[in-house]
């Protein structure tokens, strides 16, 4: 027997604020066509003045919580993907765990932009399947309208702000594809891209906050070859084939990536989810805010197999395997 980390609950948090394409038309040289056709995206969430990244990841905590039927009381650790934090210190989770009224176990930020959540699902997993903590809340939260330069037409109308966040338990399982939990995580990066995407700022170079700067055309290159290669790699290791996946669930980024990378695969459209219409890259919120989507509606029910894939800033990249 082996230890797993099975998905109890998932829930997510996008602020009432709607900042459609046409709006972006009015604050930018650009238009509703040329967004939709180039990206897919037709709105996206904008937080409002006091809500920070930790209110937002709040709520979509509570909402897991309430999925899973726990308590905050019940949870070992919060590891929160960030990269957008309150402050620069301390970590958004302790903010997070605070909001709760959770005063025990351990809470920290993981930073690895867009793929963050992948990244800290892997963090608790491992936690989990060492036996370190018997349950996690794991975060994906971001507003990234605060770092955006709202004069760059070529990145501010990508991005939203918003929450995902899922609640893991441990479990026996068999140690095969067939248990429920996280079945495998993948991580890559390499820093040698770094000038592709980035924030031209940060405390220890600038002392400023700074905003995203991307080569998008670059960006876009990179993205779909290395979510091609490293969901092949999970499909791999699992021993499973791409249409023994129930689910694939990308990061949000751009309609043309998610196509193409599934199209590499050979993954059918309709088992896809896609939410980057409504609402737009949330960096690492995009994935558990997916998952709330479709697992609230019923598309994703226990025992379905999920491949999860994301890329980002960095570059860091990576896939998660998931038994529901
Ligand atoms: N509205 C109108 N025109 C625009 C806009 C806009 N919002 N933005 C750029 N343009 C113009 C450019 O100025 C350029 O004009 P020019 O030919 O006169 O110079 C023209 O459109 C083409 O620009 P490109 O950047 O070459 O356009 P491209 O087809 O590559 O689309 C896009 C740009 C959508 C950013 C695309 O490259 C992309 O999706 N890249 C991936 C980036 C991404 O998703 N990053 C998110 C973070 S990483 C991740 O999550 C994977």
């Known amino acids: 027997m082996v230890k797993r980390a099975v998905v109890a609950g998932c829930g997510g948090y996008l602020p009432e604020k709607v900042l459609t394409n046409q709006d972006l038309a009015r604050m930018v040289d650009t238009s509703d066509?040329?967004?939709?056709?180039?990206?897919?995206?037709?709105?996206?969430?904008?937080?409002?003045?006091?809500?920070?990244?930790?209110?937002?990841?709040?709520?979509a905590s509570r909402a897991a919580l309430g999925r899973a039927g726990m308590e905050p009381s019940d949870l070992d650790l919060i590891v929160l993907a960030t990269a957008t934090p309150d402050e620069t210190f301390p970590?958004?989770?302790?903010?997070?765990?605070?909001?709760?009224?959770?005063?025990?176990?351990?809470?920290?930020?993981?930073?690895?932009?867009?793929?963050?959540?992948?990244?800290?699902?892997?963090?608790a997993d491992?936690?989990?399947?060492?036996?370190?903590?018997?349950?996690?809340?794991?975060?994906g939260a971001e507003t990234f309208s605060r770092i955006l330069d709202w004069t760059d037409r070529a990145t501010c109308v990508l991005f939203g702000d918003g929450a995902g966040a899922?609640?893991?338990?441990?479990?026996?399982?068999?140690g095969t594809a067939e248990d429920r939990g996280v079945l495998s995580n993948h991580l890559?990066?390499?820093?040698?891209?770094?000038?592709?995407?980035?924030?031209?700022?940060?405390?220890?170079?600038?002392?400023?906050?700074?905003?995203?700067?991307?080569?998008?055309?670059?960006?876009f290159r990179h993205a779909v070859v290395n979510l091609a290669s490293v969901m092949r790699e999970a499909l791999a290791t699992a021993g499973v084939?791409?249409?023994?996946?129930?689910?694939?669930?990308?990061?949000?980024?751009?309609?043309?990536?998610?196509?193409?990378?599934?199209?590499?695969?050979?993954?059918?459209?309709?088992?896809?989810i896609v939410t980057v219409d409504r609402h737009a890259n949330t960096s690492a919120a995009s994935i558990p805010l997916a998952l709330a989507d479709a697992a609230g509606d019923g598309r994703i029910k226990p025992g379905d197999?999920?491949?999860?894939?994301?890329?980002?800033?960095?570059?860091?990249?990576g896939a998660s395997l998931v038994r529901w």
């Open 126 to 139: 491992n936690f989990i399947r060492l036996g370190q903590a018997e349950s996690a809340l794991v975060i």
């Open 305 to 317: 197999l999920c491949l999860l894939e994301a890329m980002g800033g960095g570059f860091a990249w």
């Open 33 to 59: 066509e040329w967004i939709v056709q180039r990206t897919g995206i037709l709105e996206r969430r904008i937080a409002a003045e006091g809500e920070f990244t930790s209110h937002l990841a709040a709520a």
């Open 166 to 174: 899922v609640v893991l338990r441990a479990e026996e399982g068999t």
């Open 241 to 272: 084939d791409p249409e023994d996946v129930d689910w694939v669930v990308p990061h949000q980024a751009n309609l043309r990536i998610i196509n193409s990378t599934s199209g590499k695969l050979g993954m059918p459209a309709e088992k896809v």
């Open 188 to 219: 890559h990066s390499d820093g040698r891209h770094h000038d592709l995407l980035f924030v031209d700022g940060g405390p220890s170079s600038t002392r400023t906050v700074g905003h995203l700067r991307m080569a998008g055309r670059d960006v």
């Open 91 to 123: 970590a958004t989770a302790t903010r997070v765990q605070n909001e709760l009224g959770m005063t025990r176990g351990a809470a920290f930020d993981v930073q690895a932009v867009c793929s963050g959540f992948i990244y800290a699902l892997n963090v």
